[in-house]
């Protein structure tokens, strides 16, 4: 480790309320089980921790990743040079109609504590693994809603202080939000508004949505969930756009899937890296799967689309290192 990483490590190991360990496998802390060690790895449990740890490797001009739960990032083989932080703060509660969870928390609770309530709206976000801010940052949806429908409020931390967005400046849109162009912006945590519903329906929507998603993501499949960004028909040549089904178009958007599987996506491997035979945007580990034998496949795949289709789809996953 260099003299600035051990000085980090002196300072970092100072703040109250952060745990840092050094040389952490980031497989251990990514769905896909991939990853080599990041030098340094902090979990803050409040908010001064996680902002005085940030300050502190900015500071010292060391690279920092905000890492939530890992289910959707593919962490590089050779780890990360620098520090990944983790927030666990996982406060949450529903106060005078409106929702408060802390960024830390599981979007799972999250969705119970709505239900619970007969708060309709996040109840299709059944089985979404991950943390209430990787859900904001990357605006995560399925079945019909998305988060940011809901947002009231985002408080994050512009590496000086705590602001707090409204939804327009959070600037969200399908698997999107400012907060994927400022990756130097840290989320807090989301205030949510949500209309009332029948708990009962809700609650029984939610596990239909839970054991089909079972089904596809197995609990234990090593995976991102969908590896590519479904695709907008207007936004695609005239000629690829032709050729989509009416019966694959909902919401204005078709599966990217759709174009996969015509470039022979399903059940490709590369080494112990496999495309689902039944998914074409399901990549998964089948274990001893390298970060670099996905890159290959998704550049694979995205040739084969372009030379093909004449568009380029684009990665949902984010990439660590
Ligand atoms: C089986 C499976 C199914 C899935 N299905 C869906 C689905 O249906 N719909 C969907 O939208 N997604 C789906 N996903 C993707 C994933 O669950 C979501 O993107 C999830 O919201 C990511 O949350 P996370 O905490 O795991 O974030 P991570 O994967 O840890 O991080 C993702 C990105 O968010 C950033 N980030 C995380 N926390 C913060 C924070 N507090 N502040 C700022 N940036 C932060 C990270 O820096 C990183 O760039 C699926 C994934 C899997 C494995």
Redesign the pocket.
């Known amino acids: 480790m260099s003299e600035t990483h051990s000085e980090l490590a002196r300072c970092l190991g100072a703040i109250e309320g952060l745990r840092l360990d050094r040389g952490v496998p980031l497989s251990r802390?990514?769905?896909?089980a991939i990853g080599g060690p990041a030098d340094l790895f902090g979990v803050a449990s409040t908010p001064l921790a996680l902002a005085e740890a940030f300050q502190a490797a900015r500071a010292a001009e060391v690279p920092c990743?905000?890492?939530?739960?890992?289910?959707?990032?593919v962490a590089d083989d050779d780890g990360f040079r620098g520090l990944v932080l983790r927030?666990t703060a996982d406060a949450l509660s529903y106060v005078d109609g409106a929702v408060e969870a802390a960024?830390?928390g599981?979007?799972q609770a999250l969705v119970d504590l709505t239900v619970d309530h007969g708060l309709e709206g996040l109840h299709t976000?059944e089985?979404?693994?991950?943390?209430?801010?990787?859900?904001?940052?990357?605006?995560?949806?399925?079945?019909g809603h998305?988060?940011d429908e809901f947002v009231q409020s985002v408080d994050?931390l512009d590496g000086h202080e705590v602001r707090s967005f409204g939804p327009d400046e959070c600037d969200f849109d399908y698997?999107e939000s400012i907060?994927?162009r400022r990756?130097d912006?840290?989320?807090?945590g989301v205030r949510l508004v949500l209309p009332p519903g029948d708990a009962a329906a809700l609650r029984a929507r939610a596990r239909e949505i839970r054991t089909i998603?079972d089904e596809?993501?197995p609990?234990a499949?090593r995976?991102?969930?969908?590896i590519f960004k479904n695709l907008f028909l207007d936004s695609l040549p005239a000629a690829a756009a032709k050729i989509v089904p009416e019966r694959a178009v909902r919401s204005g958007k078709v599966a990217s899937a759709f174009f996969l599987e015509q470039v022979g996506a399903k059940g490709m491997r590369n080494g112990g890296i496999e495309i689902a035979p039944y998914h074409a945007n399901?990549i998964y580990n089948l274990g001893g799967g390298t970060a670099a034998q996905i890159h290959e496949l998704v550049h694979e795949l995205k040739r084969r689309v372009r030379d093909r289709f004449a568009f380029e789809v684009e990665e949902?996953?984010?990439y660590?290192g």
């Open positions: 802390h990514t769905r896909f990743y905000l890492l939530g739960d890992g289910s959707n990032v927030y960024a830390g599981s979007l976000l089985r979404i693994p991950g943390s209430v801010g990787g859900a904001v940052y990357g605006n995560a949806g399925a079945y998305q988060i994050f698997r907060f994927k990756k912006w840290l989320i807090l998603r596809k993501f609990p499949m995976c991102a969930g969908s399901l949902e996953v984010q660590v």
